[in-house]
């Protein structure tokens, strides 16, 4: 039985080993050193520089299901649901080609909303920053939150 586990194990290691050198050298592997969601022409900040933004008057957008915006979101952004993208951009579009400081953010580790929402703001020729880590960047680092469905 012992015999069996050890081989078991060296067979998932050696397993392992080949995957990583595969994904390392062939030119076709994940980036495992940053995240998949981040694509060319992202600018990724972090919740500092998303506070120190907000302080000088930010556009911040929850890209989060109105759901979790009316849980607690930051205090002065707005929703912009990534699944409802289309009618709420045409409801907040003037406010937004007016802006030229916007940061969106989303449920954060996993979550790629913001990502999406900030690359289809772009496609509208509007530049938006992302919230690494999102949510629980934020929260994480102390910052206030606010509940309910007023920005």
């Keep these: 039985m012992g015999l069996r586990l050890h081989r078991i194990g060296a067979i998932l290691a050696l397993g392992a080993a080949l995957g990583l050198g595969w994904n390392a050298l062939s030119g076709r592997g994940f980036a495992l050193d940053k995240s998949v969601f981040v694509q060319a022409g992202d600018e990724v900040i972090d919740a500092k520089e998303a506070k120190s933004r907000l302080d000088r008057g930010a556009l911040v957008l929850d890209a989060r299901p109105v759901d979790f915006y009316n849980m607690s979101h930051i205090p002065g952004s707005i ?64 910052y206030p939150t606010k509940a309910g469905t007023e920005p």
């Design 79 to 142: 929703p912009l649901p990534e699944p409802e993208f289309d009618g709420y951009f045409a409801k907040l579009e003037p406010r937004l080609r007016s802006t030229f400081n916007i940061v969106v953010y989303c449920a954060g580790y996993g979550c790629e909303a913001s990502h999406v929402v900030a690359r289809q703001l772009r496609d509208q020729g509007i530049h938006a920053a992302i919230l690494g880590e999102g949510w629980p960047a934020w929260t994480d680092a102390g």
